[in-house]
C-alpha cells in the first residue's frame, strides 16, 4: 500500500510512520523490514526495487522515501520539455507505483507538490527510438484510482489546537484545567512536538493533581513573548524588513493587535528598567531579574538591547506606543495602526543612525 504523506506536520508524520512500523510486530523484526531512503540521492529503480522485496519473517515491509518528488518538482522545473531525463525517471516511477505488493508499505514523504505540473496532473510523454508516445497517470489519477493514499496529517490551526491539546492529555490520562490549556497553546503556539514535550514536563511537575495556569507560567516559555522579542530586536538594529517579518510571524501565531502592543510597550518599559539598573551598577541579568521581578530570559535580552537606545529614545517610543493605543481604542484600522507603528520606529532608528 502507498501511502502520500504530503506537507504533513513533523510530529503528526513521525508519530505516523512510528505506528506503522509498531504494527509490523516484534521491535527487532520491525528494524529490518523497515528501510528509510534520501529520495534526493536515490532513483525510482531503486526505491521499486526496495517496494518488492519480500518481508524477512513479518507480514509486511516499511519503505520511507523522504524528499523523492520535491527532487522531481525541482529537476522538473529546471527541464525545458517533457523530453528531458526527468520525465522518463517520473514515468518509471509514476507506473511503477501500480506495481507495488500489498507486503509493501511505501510512504512517501514531501513538502508539496506543484498541482499545476506533470508529477500531480499527468503528462505525455513524448515517443522516442522504439518508444511510442503516451499517456502517463499523474499522482492525482493515481490519488483517485486508490493506487495512492493521500494522509491529511496538517497541525491543527490556532482556533482547533485547544482541542487537540486536551485530546493528547486524555489519551496520555494527564489532567489539566483548560485555563491551563488555553495558556499552554498561547505560550507554545502550533508547535506539536513542544506541545506534547511541555505537556509531559508539567505532568511531572504537577506530579499527580491536575496542571494549572501557575504551572504554566512556572516551567514554560512563552513563545509569543519570544516573537515580540524578535520585533523589538529587529527595531533595535534598524532592520524594517526583518521587523516586518517578526510582525507577520506575530500574526500568524494568531496573537491580538492590542495584545501585541501591549507586549511591545512592556518590553520597552522593561528595556527603560534594565537600562537604569545597569546604569547604577548592576550588570548581572539574574540580579536585576531578581530586583525587577521578571524572568531571567526577557531580562537578559533587554540587558543586551538597552545599550542601543538612549533614555530620550525609549521615552519618546512609549509616547508613540501610547498615541497608537488610543487610536486603536478610537476606532483606527488596529493591523493598519500596528503596520505604521512598526515602520515609524525603523525609520526613526535609521535616521538617527545616518
Not at 91 to 111: E, H, K, M, Q, Y
Not at 225 to 239: C, F, K, S
Request: contains cysteine.
Amino acid at each position: 500500500m502507498i501511502h502520500l504523506l504530503l506537507g504533513a506536520d513533523e510530529y503528526l508524520s513521525a508519530e505516523w510512520l512510528a505506528a506503522r512500523k509498531a504494527a509490523l510486530g516484534d521491535p527487532e523484526m520491525a528494524s529490518l523490514n523497515t528501510t528509510e531512503l534520501n529520495g534526493a540521492q536515490s532513483n525510482a529503480a531503486a526505491i521499486l526495487g526496495e517496494a518488492s522485496m519480500m518481508p524477512f519473517l513479518a507480514p509486511q515491509r516499511l519503505v520511507i522515501v523522504r524528499g523523492l518528488l520535491d527532487n522531481y518538482e525541482k529537476r522538473m522545473a529546471a527541464s525545458k520539455n517533457a523530453e528531458a531525463a526527468i520525465y522518463t525517471e517520473m514515468a518509471t516511477f509514476l507506473d511503477g507505483l501500480r506495481g507495488v505488493p500489498d507486503s509493501c508499505i511505501l510512504a512517501l514523504v514531501d513538502n508539496s507538490v506543484d498541482k499545476r505540473r506533470g508529477l500531480w496532473k499527468g503528462y505525455v510523454l513524448p515517443a522516442a527510438g522504439d518508444r511510442p508516445e503516451r499517456r502517463i497517470d499523474g499522482l492525482d489519477a493515481l490519488i483517485k484510482a486508490g493506487v495512492v493514499h493521500l494522509e491529511t496529517l496538517a497541525a491543527p490551526d490556532v482556533k482547533e489546537l485547544p482541542g487537540w491539546l486536551q485530546r493528547r492529555a486524555r489519551h496520555k490520562n494527564i489532567a489539566i484545567e483548560g485555563a491551563a490549556v488555553a495558556l499552554l497553546c498561547n505560550f507554545v503556539g502550533p508547535n506539536l512536538r513542544q506541545l506534547d514535550n511541555e505537556l509531559e514536563k508539567l505532568s511531572i511537575y504537577a506530579d499527580g493533581r491536575p496542571i494549572t495556569p501557575q504551572d504554566v507560567r512556572a516551567m514554560v516559555a512563552d513563545a509569543s513573548e519570544e516573537m515580540i522579542w524578535n520585533l523589538t530586536d529587529a527595531l533595535a538594529q534598524r532592520q524594517p524588513a526583518k521587523a516586518m517579518q517578526a510582525l507577520r510571524d506575530l500574526r500568524r501565531n494568531d496573537q491580538n493587535p492590542i495584545y501585541i502592543l501591549t507586549m511591545i510597550a512592556r518590553q520597552y518599559r522593561m528595556l527603560i528598567e534594565v537600562k537604569s539598573l545597569a546604569g547604577a551598577g548592576v550588570t548581572n541579568h539574574f540580579d536585576i531579574a531578581k530586583a525587577l521581578g521578571y524572568a531571567a530570559f526577557p531580562v537578559q535580552k533587554a540587558l543586551q538591547l538597552s545599550h542601543q537606545y538612549t533614555f530620550a529614545e525609549l521615552e519618546e517610543t512609549l509616547e508613540r506606543l501610547l498615541e497608537v493605543d488610543m487610536a486603536m481604542k478610537s476606532g483606527a484600522d488596529q493591523d493598519t495602526e500596528l503596520d505604521i507603528l512598526v515602520a515609524d520606529l525603523s525609520v526613526r532608528r535609521q535616521k538617527r543612525a545616518a
